[in-house]
């Protein structure tokens, strides 16, 4: 069984463009997270989603930033016109029952 | 509301000798704690978890936890420190109440080895 996939593992944009990354959770696994690391900091949360429904997206902000999962494919997390703060590491967990979440390796997202 | 101070961000040992990283927690319900691991650039990986059966639980690689509701903490340990345990180590706490919440991370506690 594969752990959490994530992709691209490293992601370089430019301000102005835009940034999506993609999660591939666990087999079997329908439940998916996103949190964000900022350098020297631990992980923030961003959005929880199920299947086709967003659960709970209170850690996101509020313009520029959604994310997805659809029926199927992979779980995306889209950045709209990155800016330099939006650059740090992007990790996507996915757990089978909404416990024990497992992380995938993160795409760390540089911002020039 | 729910957090978690890791009260050291920055732990020394030397190879063969005690660990010892502390973590207070705070939660209005009964939590589930975790401690998980992140070596340089490489993703978490899950050390270890406290869901309400044993207070001390046992986790990878020879870490253990002791969950102690008295004095909301949950410090990891391992008998004798190996350089490969060298990473970031978080301390995390989810509302076991409400299923499916968010986990709340420490700031983590950066573990250096030394020979």
């Known amino acids: 069984n594969a752990g959490v996939m994530q992709n691209p593992r490293h992601l370089v944009r430019r301000r102005g463009q835009e940034a999506r990354l993609r999660c591939s959770p666990m087999k079997g696994h329908s439940h998916v997270y996103w949190y964000r690391q900022l350098p020297e900091e631990g992980l923030k949360f961003m959005v929880y989603?199920?299947?086709?429904?967003?659960?709970?997206e209170s850690g996101m902000p509020k313009e520029r930033f959604s994310a997805e999962f659809p029926k199927e494919g992979p779980s995306i997390l889209r950045i709209q016109q990155v800016v330099r703060g939006d650059s740090a590491a992007y990790f996507c967990?996915?757990?089978?029952?909404?416990?024990?979440?497992?992380f995938g390796p993160g795409t760390r997202l540089l911002v020039l | 509301a729910q957090s978690v101070t890791q009260l050291d961000s920055h732990v020394s040992v030397s190879e063969g000798t005690p660990v010892l990283l502390r973590c207070n927690y705070s939660s209005s319900y009964s939590p589930s704690l975790f401690w998980y691991v992140q070596h340089p650039n490489k993703g978490l990986q899950l050390l270890l978890k406290?869901?309400?059966?044993?207070?001390l639980v046992k986790g990878i690689n020879g870490f253990e936890a002791e969950f102690k509701k008295s004095e909301t903490s949950f410090h990891l340990t391992k008998p004798s420190a190996h350089m490969s345990d060298a990473a970031e180590y978080f301390c995390?706490?989810?509302?076991?109440?409400?299923?499916?919440?968010?986990?709340?991370f420490g700031k983590g506690t950066t573990l250096s080895v030394s020979s």
């Open positions: 989603l199920q299947k086709e429904n967003i659960i709970d």
């Open positions: 995390v706490v989810s509302d076991q109440k409400q299923a499916g919440t968010a986990l709340i």
């Open positions: 967990a996915s757990s089978p029952n909404s416990e024990t979440q497992y």
């Open positions: 406290y869901t309400s059966a044993a207070t």
